[in-house]
């Protein structure tokens, strides 16, 4: 599995876009990019996978440049209640590879 | 059904004391897996079953923890002769058998403390 950097924390004033970079200098060609999300006393819970370019749902965006060395979640106009752990996974998802890595996350707070 | 249960939410025990938590997934899912979490860590994993099979075991998973999935629904996860070490969040998830296998919906956790 590679291994993944994130900042350790990040604040951000409510209704602002915040972007969350991750490092991942190691990643392997059959590696997809997913971010999970965690509320305080809660499991985390999936946001968002990618291979390249750039994935939107309905709660974020994440960008992957060419090179895939690297990864952006995007949270648009965020809220108090985005105040989260964020974690950047990086791994294969076929058959086989069935346990997550999480590394410490980012700690987003948001501020009123 | 709406989500992976899992029962107690918290546990605090004596050391030395045997404890068992359970574990029930979204009833589609067939595949299960326990994590444990310590505070201001991620989740780490500790086992994985396919239906009833466990088929993977992290080096995390000492003696003293057994899980089981006698019939492919829910999951029990054992710790035997508790430590003041094993004191964290377990957590309990669990995913389809195909595609992303990076997309796991997880329980809201077990905390156990022990004293």
């Known amino acids: 599995l590679a291994k993944t950097t994130q900042p350790i924390s990040m604040d951000s004033y409510e209704g602002q876009e915040v972007n969350i970079t991750c490092s991942h200098n190691n990643i392997a060609t059959n590696d997809y990019i997913t971010w999970y999300q965690q509320f305080p006393s809660q499991g985390p819970r999936f946001i968002i996978q990618g291979y390249k370019t750039k994935v939107t749902n309905e709660v974020a965006s994440l960008f992957i440049p060419a090179d895939r060395k690297s990864s952006t979640l995007s949270l648009p106009r965020v809220s108090l209640s985005d105040t989260a752990v964020y974690y950047c996974?990086?791994?294969?998802?076929?058959?086989?590879?069935?346990?997550?890595?999480f590394g410490t996350g980012t700690r987003l707070t948001v501020i009123p | 059904d709406t989500g992976v249960s899992q029962d107690p939410r918290h546990k605090i025990t004596k050391r030395g004391q045997n404890v068992t938590f359970r574990c029930d997934p979204i009833?589609?899912?067939?595949?299960l897996y326990w994590y444990r979490q310590t505070l201001g860590q991620g989740p780490e994993f500790l086992t994985y079953?396919?239906?009833?099979?466990?088929?993977?075991k992290s080096r995390l998973l000492s003696d003293r923890f057994s899980a089981e999935r006698p019939k492919g629904s829910f999951s029990t996860l054992e710790i035997q002769r508790t430590e003041q070490g094993d004191s964290a969040m377990y957590l309990c998830?669990?995913?389809?058998?195909?595609?992303?296998?990076?997309?796991?919906?997880f329980g809201p956790g077990t905390r156990l403390t022990v004293t």
């Open positions: 079953f396919q239906n009833e099979a466990q088929l993977e």
């Open positions: 998830a669990s995913s389809f058998d195909r595609g992303a296998n990076y997309e796991q919906y």
């Open positions: 009833s589609e899912h067939n595949r």
């Open positions: 996974l990086v791994g294969p998802t076929q058959t086989g590879a069935n346990n997550l890595f």
